[in-house]
Structure formats: structure tokens, C-alpha cells
């Protein structure tokens, strides 16, 4: 059974082992979330050159967002010669948000259920 004492750790448990740091400070920038989206609304892997249209800096700039964010998981990079490719992990990225969603509802389900009154029969 549960108890409201026990609810924050469970919680802690559930939340934290969704949360990766570094995950979610790689999608603080409005520089990398505007490449997220850029990357995300195209049909196919953009070059650094193409995936800096959409920031208005420089391309070395837009490689280094680009690293962090495939550090991160965010992004797959590929080789193509001597261009280097940028694709959205759509399946990684979606299934870590929605893990942090899963486990944000099912510990406010647990503390609701933990804090409403008990009917005495």
C-alpha cells in the first residue's frame, strides 16, 4: 500500500529514471530547439549548411549545436563523403518525453489516490 510518506521517493525513482541531464540540457537552447524543429518538419537528413537556415548563424555555430544534440541522443549523425548528415531520432526522442509523461501522471495518480479521504463503512 501506499502511503503519502512513501509517494515523494517512488516518485523520485519514476521521475529520475526518465530524466537524463544531459537530454534535457541539450533542448534549453532556443538555438538547438529551433534546430529540433527544422530537423523534425524535413523529409530527409540536412547537411550542417542546409540545418543553418533556419538559425541565422554562422554554420560552425550550428555544427556545435548540432554535437551537443547528438551527444544528447537527440540527433543521428552520418557521413555521406564529406558531408556529415543530421537526422532527428524521432522514435528516442518521442519515447523519452513520453516516458517523462508516463511517469509524471502515474505518480499524480498515486499522490491523488494517496491524499483522498477514505470512506469508513
Given at each position: 500500500?501506499?502511503?503519502?510518506?512513501?509517494?515523494?521517493?517512488?516518485?523520485?525513482?519514476?521521475?529520475?529514471?526518465?530524466?537524463?541531464?544531459?537530454?534535457?540540457?541539450?533542448?534549453?537552447?532556443?538555438?538547438?530547439?529551433?534546430?529540433?524543429?527544422h530537423l523534425a518538419a524535413s523529409a530527409r537528413?540536412?547537411?550542417?549548411?542546409?540545418?543553418?537556415?533556419?538559425?541565422?548563424?554562422?554554420?560552425?555555430?550550428?555544427?556545435?549545436?548540432?554535437?551537443?544534440?547528438?551527444?544528447?541522443?537527440?540527433?543521428?549523425?552520418?557521413?555521406?563523403?564529406?558531408?556529415?548528415?543530421?537526422?532527428?531520432?524521432?522514435?528516442?526522442?518521442?519515447a523519452s518525453l513520453r516516458g517523462l509523461a508516463d511517469?509524471?501522471?502515474?505518480?499524480?495518480?498515486?499522490?491523488?489516490?494517496?491524499?483522498?479521504?477514505?470512506?469508513?463503512?
Open positions: 500500500m501506499t502511503t503519502r510518506l512513501d509517494l515523494p521517493d517512488a516518485c523520485l525513482d519514476k521521475i529520475g529514471a526518465q530524466m537524463q541531464p544531459e537530454f534535457f540540457q541539450a533542448l534549453c537552447d532556443p538555438v538547438r530547439i529551433a534546430l529540433v524543429a537528413p540536412l547537411t550542417v549548411t542546409e540545418a543553418s537556415e533556419c538559425c541565422g548563424i554562422h554554420f560552425s555555430g550550428v555544427s556545435r549545436h548540432l554535437g551537443i544534440l547528438r551527444r544528447a541522443g537527440v540527433v543521428r549523425a552520418s557521413k555521406r563523403g564529406r558531408e556529415v548528415l543530421y537526422q532527428l531520432e524521432v522514435d528516442s526522442f518521442a511517469a509524471l501522471e502515474s505518480c499524480w495518480a498515486s499522490g491523488k489516490a494517496a491524499a483522498s479521504p477514505h470512506v469508513a463503512d
